[in-house]
Nanobody
């Protein structure tokens, strides 16, 4: 059974930083791509960042240059470093594992409980 546990969220002021972590168990981590999604209040869930098995990364335009996704295969952990946070980054953040098919990222790990990130202005 796959288990995803996100941590590291919280309440920060605009301009500050947070690093989210996602511990994974029950999944062949080294062969997986990973992605972070977020769901802003009252809005649809959106894909924020992905990392391929080989380490290639992609980002939502609004977070490029501010967010960095990484994964530690030895610790089965995915990270999302978030700098220069803005109020519009507020939302519940979820990590996933999955694969790239035809250039698109498809999660297949299920969802964790998510972690709240709130950025005040």
């Amino acid at each position: 059974q796959v288990k995803l546990v996100e941590s590291g969220g919280g309440l920060v002021q605009a301009g500050e930083s947070l690093t989210l972590s996602c511990g994974v168990s029950g999944y062949i981590f080294t062969s997986a791509a990973a992605g972070w999604y977020r769901q802003p209040p009252g809005k649809e869930r959106e894909l924020v960042a992905t990392i391929s098995r080989g380490g290639g990364t992609n980002y939502l335009d609004s977070v490029k240059g501010r967010f960095t996704i990484s994964k530690d295969n030895a610790k089965s952990t995915v990270f999302l470093e978030m700098n220069s946070l803005k109020p519009e980054d507020t939302g519940v953040y979820y990590c996933t594992l999955g694969s790239f098919i035809g250039g698109g990222y498809y999660p297949n790990s299920g969802w964790g409980q998510g972690i709240q990130v709130t950025v005040s202005s």
